[in-house]
Every structure is written in structure tokens, then in C-alpha cells.
């Protein structure tokens, strides 16, 4: 059974960075495929980033490239997610999700973490 658990969500000001993290409760987190997606009120679920189990492969969307920064460290089991230059369009509920390298689809997600970028 895998759980994951968000933090470093909080109040922040336009261009301000934030930090979330992201633990993974569970083994061979090294197997696992992990990502970001985030939530505005009244959208749909997006992906934010991505990273492959090796961490040979990141993906970010177009909205966050250049801005934020997906990393991982396997021995503490935790994925990061760096975000700088914030901007009030990046509020939203951030979710940290995992998919076994076998599969195609996230089915372990976390609670959330809310972020919330003033301007």
C-alpha cells in the first residue's frame, strides 16, 4: 500500500518561492513515477510536473517551465517541488500523485496542499 503526504503549502506573495514536499510511505519508491498536479477553484485537475523513477525524465507544463523545478531524492523517499517567480494564477490546490513505471495511470494520491499566491 502506498500513502503520500504533501507539505509547504501556504500564503505567499506574487514572486515569492515556495517549497512542497512530498513523503512517500510505501517501498520501492525508486519503481515509482512521481508527479504534481494542482486544482484552481471552478478547473480541472492539471498535471505540473513530472518525474521518471530514475529522475532522468521531468516534464513541466508550459504554464510553470522555467519557474518551477521537480526533483527527488529516493534514499528519504520524497519528492520536491520547487516554485519560484510565483504568480497569483498558480493558487490552487497542489496534489502530489505516484504511478508504478509499469502503468500509465496515478493511482496513489495524496490530501493536497493548498497555495495560495497573493498579488
Known amino acids: 500500500q502506498v500513502q503520500l503526504a504533501e507539505s509547504g503549502g501556504g500564503l505567499v506573495q506574487a514572486g515569492d518561492s515556495r517549497r512542497l514536499s512530498c513523503v512517500f510511505y510505501?517501498?520501492?519508491?525508486?519503481?515509482?513515477?512521481m508527479g504534481w498536479f494542482r486544482q484552481a477553484p471552478g478547473k480541472e485537475r492539471e498535471l505540473v510536473a513530472e518525474?521518471?523513477?530514475?529522475?532522468?525524465?521531468?516534464y513541466e507544463a508550459d504554464s510553470v517551465k522555467g519557474r518551477f523545478t521537480l526533483s527527488r531524492d529516493n534514499a528519504k523517499k520524497t519528492v520536491y517541488l520547487q516554485m519560484n517567480s510565483l504568480k497569483p494564477e498558480d493558487t490552487a490546490i497542489y496534489y502530489c500523485?505516484?504511478?508504478?513505471?509499469?502503468?500509465?495511470?496515478?493511482?496513489?494520491w495524496g490530501q493536497g496542499t493548498q497555495v495560495t499566491v497573493s498579488s
Open positions: 500523485a505516484a504511478k508504478h513505471d509499469s502503468t500509465s495511470i496515478y493511482g496513489y
Open positions: 518525474i521518471s523513477a530514475t529522475s532522468s525524465f521531468t
Open positions: 510505501g517501498r520501492t519508491f525508486s519503481a515509482y513515477i
